[in-house]
């Protein structure tokens, strides 16, 4: 058995601490902050989907560095904690729900249904949603149409 001193084992711990982001901060080492919102489609709330925030560009039309971060919405309700919540500053907002088209396809053998997505791409691929991300806790609410 390897025995360890207190010192030297709290050393280790406070190491081990601050590499897993215990104290605020995350992983890549960018601030990121606490957002919770919910989505509606055409004046009903998202019955399921994802919500991703990407930084986007600052006020000097630099690049905001860090990961896109995602998060689930069910009955049209999301929430991302700090340590897995988007990059404070400006993030391009996509949205995305597929729904089934009652259309099959073969892959490999495999019968697998055909999976559409309804919302409109000015909501995700194209999207021109965009929100500010503040320090500490946001509210983001989005109302999304078909047209």
Same mark, same amino acid.
């Given at each position: 058995?390897?025995?360890?001193?207190?010192?030297?084992?709290?050393?280790?711990?406070?190491?081990?601490?601050?590499?897993?982001?215990?104290?605020?901060?995350?992983?890549?080492?960018?601030?990121?902050?606490?957002?919770?919102?919910?989505?509606?489609?055409?004046?009903? $709330?998202?019955?399921?989907?994802?919500?991703?925030?990407?930084?986007?560009?600052?006020?000097?039309?630099?690049?905001?560095?860090?990961?896109?971060?995602?998060?689930?919405?069910?009955?049209?309700?999301?929430?991302?904690?700090?340590?897995?919540? $988007?990059?404070?500053?400006?993030?391009?907002?996509?949205?995305?729900?597929?729904?089934?088209?009652?259309?099959?396809?073969?892959?490999?053998?495999?019968?697998?249904?055909?999976?559409?997505?309804?919302? $409109?791409?000015?909501?995700?691929?194209?999207?021109?949603?965009?929100?500010?991300?503040?320090?500490?806790?946001?509210?983001?609410?989005?109302?999304?149409?078909?047209?």
């Amino acid at each position: 058995m390897l025995h360890v001193s207190r010192s030297t084992f709290s050393a280790l711990t406070l190491c081990a601490l601050t590499l897993s982001g215990c104290f605020g901060g995350s992983q890549d080492g960018l601030e990121r902050a606490v957002i919770t919102g919910t989505v509606r489609f055409d004046g009903q $709330p998202l019955p399921e989907g994802s919500i991703q925030f990407i930084p986007d560009l600052d006020a000097k039309g630099q690049r905001i560095h860090g990961k896109a971060v995602q998060a689930i919405i069910t009955n049209g309700v999301y929430s991302l904690e700090a340590d897995q919540g $988007p990059v404070v500053g400006a993030n391009k907002v996509m949205v995305n729900a597929t729904r089934k088209t009652g259309k099959f396809q073969n892959f490999d053998g495999v019968k697998t249904e055909i999976m559409q997505q309804y919302i $409109p791409a000015k909501y995700n691929a194209d999207s021109t949603l965009r929100y500010e991300v503040k320090a500490g806790e946001n509210t983001a609410d989005f109302s999304l149409q078909t047209r």
